[in-house]
Nanobody
């Protein structure tokens, strides 16, 4: 069974940092696209950052200069380094990936990890 597992969230003070991880497991042939989204209470889910298999990267305007997305293709894992955190960054962060198995092309979501920024 192919799945994405998020980890690395937590409670942090304003200005603090965290590193989120998203590991894809199962019989994966290739991962084309990995992304991080977030959803705050009462708000729609929004894209935070994405990275293609070739390394092209996009960020939401609100996180540019503070967040860094990366991926380790050998480990089928994406990371989101979040620095200079603000209270408005508080949300559940979800990993998303477009990937190919031997039999299908899938779009998967991780289970989400809570990031809370508060003093």
């Amino acid at each position: 069974q192919v799945q994405l597992v998020n980890s690395g969230g937590g409670l942090v003070q304003p200005g603090g940092s965290l590193r989120l991880s998203c590991a894809a497991s199962g019989s994966i042939f290739s991962i084309y696209y990995m992304a991080w989204y977030r959803q705050a209470p009462g708000k729609q889910r929004e894209m935070v950052a994405n990275i293609t298999s070739g390394g092209a990267i996009n960020y939401a305007t609100s996180v540019k200069g503070r967040f860094t997305i990366s991926r380790d293709n050998a480990k089928n894992t994406a990371y989101l380094q979040v620095n200079s955190l603000k209270p408005e960054d508080t949300a559940v962060y979800y990993c998303n990936a477009n990937l190919e198995t031997l039999t299908a092309t899938l779009n998967l979501w991780g289970q989400g990890t809570q990031v809370t920024v508060s003093s």
